[in-house]
């Protein structure tokens, strides 16, 4: 059974970081790529970065600079750190096992001005 939870959201002001994890399980999680996304309030889920199996990442122009995705095949997690937050990154932030529909439950990012 597919498994993976978020964790790491919270409150920050403009300017902070953030960290986000995501622990998987039930499935060959070295072989996925993995991704992030958010969802903004009343705003379609949208892509923020992707990584492949062999390390290769891919960011959404909005993040780039700012963000790093990361795995530990190893260890079956996938990490989100986030750096200079700004308002417009308050979102809900989910996890997700590439070219499938599983998700995480998603952990909540506040960032306040």
């Known amino acids: 059974q597919v498994q993976l939870v978020e964790s790491g959201g919270g409150l920050v002001q403009t300017g902070g970081s953030l960290r986000l994890s995501c622990a998987a399980s039930?499935?060959?999680?070295?072989?996925?790529?993995m991704n992030w996304l958010r969802q903004l309030p009343r705003k379609e889920r949208e892509l923020v970065a992707s990584?492949?199996?062999?390390?290769?990442?891919n960011y959404a122009d909005f993040v780039k600079g700012r963000f790093t995705i990361s795995r530990d095949n190893a260890e079956r997690t996938l990490d989100l750190q986030m750096n200079n937050l700004t308002p417009e990154d308050t979102a809900n932030y989910y996890c997700?096992?590439?070219?499938?529909?599983?998700w995480g439950q998603g952990t909540h990012v506040t960032v306040s001005s």
């Open positions: 997700h096992m590439g070219g499938t529909g599983h």
């Open positions: 990584i492949r199996p062999n390390g290769v990442t």
């Open positions: 039930g499935f060959a999680f070295n072989m996925y790529t």
